[in-house]
């Protein structure tokens, strides 16, 4: 049996060779990649030098597109084509766009979520960051001399269900693969906590662009544990340039603005906010194409004052996600500062006051949710040094169902540990009624007018009852990405329905396909191509975790029989990788899959046991 | 999933029933069991590991969950043991606890009215020490006389003050907006 195996030329089937896998920032207002080389982590930066790419991108005639700092450079001249801060759009309707109308963009509120006319066509925010991640995963390629195994891609903790389910299909549209969506402060928890060696109870402040996130974790023998989550995800370092921006206007006298002008002066507005983190006080000077000329000063006590209710406002969901997990100040060991915004000293002073304790800033607030996902990323792929911790997130927003009357029935609280899954049983309301509606919202209110609205699915096939008496048992399964999945199912027909959540705001596989096609850079790829590499690459994982779990259980989770019967699909699976095809190969690959579905089970099983039998053993010693 | 030790949550962490716990010991045992079969674990395993993963994790989630909050604790105790502790139906209280209550509900209302966050906080800690007191009747209801009618009784008046401290949170977040 004990055969030495030896790898095709070109096939790659060293376990232990190091993985290449990325940790991605998809910042409102800038982006990062970063990765674990040698043990540490660390931010893979661009040809110049540069670590940050600015999220913007900016449209060009025929379809072409640059990303990064030259498109930051030609906003001021070409702002309708030039979209900057996307991750605001990301998942949401143009009824929930704060300050639309002082965008330059030119918005097409299309079902679901918001679109952008540009010059190179109509674009949904997904594939507005799609390029953005793009840019980034050719940087990491670039950089790391090889494809990646995959990508963890953070989002602030406070995204509801649609908005992470956009950024999953933006990273499916830059052919990227996802090992998970993690939590902003959860990610910097990670870089923080692993860096300093802590434990205790954390706060993680994370003033972003255009979001905000506050969590409190506990981090206690290599776990680190989301106690609650709150936040608001649509305030950020944006809005404190918002203000700067209307008290320009108001100083001046200015008269509505054009978008050049505008984008101008919030670029100005931007600059003193920068300038005030190291200077008393900072001069605001332009020239507007009216020819006025624009000269002020503004220093660090008006702009402390302007920004006051801002700074309140993040305060808010901080005692709310305190309240949640049960806490007070006082139990909150130390505060990490996450994000470019909370540099401002006022919010630093906030923040300090608030905790009574010094904000800890030894990390680059910048680079911090960047290094904390390269170093999840990095075990994710199953690389060395990840069996000794694990992080237990959370959801942010409670989900439910609208019951009769448009309120909200609550199925899964918020702040549950995820993965997580909630059951609720559910009644008909009038005599033979054979289907039932069901519609899955997220938020906190009592209405489902203003909770968002998640999807909508329906239940047919109901035996005819009187009302009342028919049993209907909806599901809520939530994923340790956070994504939800409902299903439904009439007890005592077994009719059954379920979905995955996503018809309002997130794209089908069908629309994610058409993109990748419709895709100038994948123009040249051939689809049929890519399905068979990626089915042989899955294919080598299915064959490298099944052999290591019968090296390791087979003797003695299974019967001779069926250790036979498992080598036999797997020889079949390796006998049909040489003939190069897609749907072969998928077919032995689940043929495997099935015939080790109950090994996984009784390993699965034995792994609890031990746990459980360990401390016994140890339980008895000591006494 | 063909777990026998999973047939009750005190059996997954290895514990015996009662309602006075070793929270350390639990949330020890939670952490080792979730290293065990978290998905961050599985992430290249095959799909069948993937999915047995992820019940995996949502059980031992919603397991602890039962056992680390006193009045959900209470409440599993009593189901395993067979008794209802008819929460929506039962609304049968002593006189002088409904008194209590009303008490309470309009502290909590005057507070309001007077926007009187400090009133609030100290309410809430009343409320907590109130909540301590159920929790010692209710050890000695299910761990010693194993009377499960009278901790059925006191798991609906645990509810009772669980509601009244969202009541109290609901009202510290509108004030402070």
């Known amino acids: ?623 | 999933m063909q777990l026998d030790f999973g047939k009750n949550y005190f059996d997954l962490f290895g514990l015996a029933p009662s309602f006075q716990l070793d929270t350390p010991a639990l949330e020890q045992h939670y952490r080792e069991i979730q290293l065990q079969v978290h998905p961050d674990k599985f992430v290249h395993a095959a799909d069948a590991d993937r999915r047995l993963s992820m019940q995996w994790a949502t059980y031992v989630n919603e397991a602890y969950q039962a056992l680390k909050h006193p009045l959900s604790r209470a409440r599993y105790l009593l189901q395993i043991n067979g008794v209802d502790t008819e929460e929506e139906r039962n609304t049968a209280m002593p006189a002088e606890f409904l008194m209590q209550q009303m008490q309470w509900r309009e502290a909590i209302g005057e507070a309001e009215t007077a926007s009187d966050i400090d009133a609030l906080e100290r309410l809430a800690a009343n409320l907590r020490a109130e909540s301590r007191g159920l929790q010692a009747r209710l050890a000695d209801a299910l761990d010693v006389d194993k009377d499960y009618t009278a901790a059925a009784g006191s798991v609906r008046m645990m509810k009772f003050l669980e509601k009244l401290g969202e009541e109290i949170n609901r009202v510290l977040d509108t004030l402070e907006t």
């Open chain 1, 1 to 623: 049996m004990a055969l030495l195996q030896i790898a095709e030329p070109g096939m790659g089937a060293n376990p232990h060779q190091h993985r290449l896998a990325v940790g991605i920032d998809l910042g409102t207002t800038n982006s990062l990649v970063a990765t674990v080389r040698s043990g540490l982590s660390v931010v893979l930066n661009d040809e110049a030098g540069r670590a940050l790419l600015p999220s913007v991108v900016r449209y060009v005639a025929e379809g072409a597109h640059e990303v990064g700092y030259p498109a930051q450079a030609l906003q001021s001249k070409d702002p309708h084509n030039t979209v900057v801060s996307v991750k605001r759009f990301m998942g949401r309707g143009l009824k929930d766009i704060a300050n639309a109308g002082e965008t330059p963009y030119r918005f097409v509120d299309a079902l679901g979520m918001v679109q952008l006319r540009t010059v190179a066509g109509v674009k949904s925010p997904v594939e507005i960051s799609a390029e953005i991640l793009r840019e980034l995963r050719g940087r990491a390629e670039q950089a790391l001399d090889g494809d990646l195994v995959g990508a963890v891609i953070t989002v602030p903790a406070y995204f509801d269900d649609a908005q992470r389910q956009a950024t999953k299909d933006a990273a499916r549209l830059a052919g990227l693969n996802i090992l998970r969506l993690l939590n902003e402060p959860t990610a910097a928890a990670v870089a923080y906590g692993l860096d300093n060696g802590s434990e205790g109870v954390f706060a993680v402040y994370d003033l972003g662009g255009g979001t905000f996130d506050i969590s409190i974790l506990r981090l206690q023998r290599g776990v680190f544990e989301v106690l609650a989550t709150n936040g608001d995800s649509a305030l950020g370092g944006d809005d404190f340039d918002q203000r700067i921006f209307c008290w320009i206007l108001e100083q001046a006298k200015l008269p509505p603005l054009g978008p050049h002008d505008s984008r101008l002066l919030l670029t100005k507005a931007r600059e003193a906010k920068e300038a005030l983190t190291e200077h008393p006080q900072a001069n605001i000077t332009a020239m507007l194409t009216s020819g006025a000329a624009l000269d002020l000063t503004l220093d660090g006590k008006i702009f402390a004052e302007i920004t006051q209710g801002l700074v309140n406002k993040t305060l808010q969901p901080t005692r709310k996600a305190l309240r949640d997990a049960g806490l007070s100040v006082e139990d909150v060991k130390g505060v990490v500062m996450v994000g470019g915004a909370t540099r401002m000293p006022h919010i630093q002073r906030a923040v300090a006051e608030f905790f009574h304790t010094e904000p800890l800033n030894n990390l680059d607030p910048d680079k911090v949710v960047a290094l904390g996902a390269a170093i999840q990323a990095n075990v994710l792929a199953g690389n060395r040094g990840g069996d000794d911790w694990l992080l237990l997130d959370v959801i942010p927003l409670s989900l439910g169902i609208e019951t009769m009357g448009g309120l909200v029935e609550k199925i899964v609280p918020r702040n549950s540990t995820i993965p997580v899954g909630r059951a609720q049983e559910f009644t008909t309301f009038k005599d033979g009624q054979t289907a039932m509606g069901f519609h899955v919202v997220q938020g906190e209110r009592e209405l489902v007018s203003d909770c968002r609205s998640l999807a909508r699915f329906e239940l047919r096939g109901i035996p005819p009852m009187v009302a009342g008496a028919a049993r209907i048992r909806v599901t809520f399964q939530v994923d340790a990405d956070g994504l939800l999945n409902v299903m439904a199912r009439e007890k005592s027909t077994g009719t059954e329905t379920s979905v995955v959540v996503k018809p309002s705001y997130g794209l089908s596989d069908d629309e994610v396909t058409a993109m990748l096609q419709d895709s100038q850079n994948h123009a040249h790829d051939d689809m049929t191509a890519r399905a068979l590499r990626e089915n042989l690459v899955e294919a080598e994982r299915l064959l490298e975790a099944t052999l290591s779990a019968l090296a390791e259980d087979g003797e003695q989770l299974l019967t001779p029989e069926e250790r036979a019967a498992i080598d036999a699909h797997i020889e079949a699976l390796r006998g049909v990788l040489p003939r190069n095809d897609a749907q072969e190969i998928r077919q032995a690959m689940d043929a495997l899959n099935r015939e080790t579905e109950f090994f996984a089970a009784r390993r699965m099983d034995a792994n609890v046991r031990n746990v459980l039998t360990g401390h016994r053993l140890t339980e008895l010693e000591e006494n």
